[in-house]
């Protein structure tokens, strides 16, 4: 079977990197999911956003949804360490109120959403049921958190418990507690929680990408090799 031009380019743009950099790529592609995906809501503090898709990535999470209503989404470079570039970040922002399309999306696309809360009825996190499909978990701003627009359209509700003075956890912490706790729980059912190898190679050409500097003129060399034969 013939190869595909996606296929070719990805071997073209795999020698510009080291052998030892195209493994670690490969190996971390083996290990993403999409089957729990984290959404972000108007988050303001520059260090949690970043701390959040250090998390994501650390864990495996490949996709982060990024709602911006108030508040603009920052990254600092210094906490997130390059993380940004392995994660796939879908931005909510055409509007005030966000909220509703990120829901519809992620709903469309067969998840749950999950409101994390500590004042709503819910479950705790270690009860959570992994089996009943995709779940897009929703994390609110450090000062008001979840708005009353996605409490009200969440699927389901789960907490962090806690035995403390405090009402609830950093969200940059309840995040990497939640994600600590659901990935490993995942990854000890028989569920398929693996991206496609067809997402695997969109991923490894955009990571190649990435990764090369002055990829586009070397990109262009390709393409004008391919017309030519």
Known sequence: MKESLQSRLI????????PERLRKMRSV????????????EDIYQPHNASAVLRSCDGFGIQDVHIIENRNTYEVNPKVELGTKQWLSLTRYSRSEENTSA???????RGYRIVA???HAEDVNLEEFDLSRGRAAFFF???LDGLSRELLDSADEFMKIPMFGFAESFNISVSCALTLHHLVHALRATGIDWHITDEEQEVLLL???RNSIKNCATIEKKFYEEESDQ
């Open 116 to 118: 994390t809360s500590p």
């Open 11 to 18: 071997a073209y743009l795999s020698s510009f990197v080291t």
């Open 140 to 142: 609110g701003n450090e």
């Open 29 to 40: 592609l083996a290990e993403r999911t999409r089957y729990i995906t984290i959404a972000l």
């Open 206 to 208: 955009q990571w190649l």
């Open 102 to 108: 990120a829901v519809e999306s992620l709903r469309s």
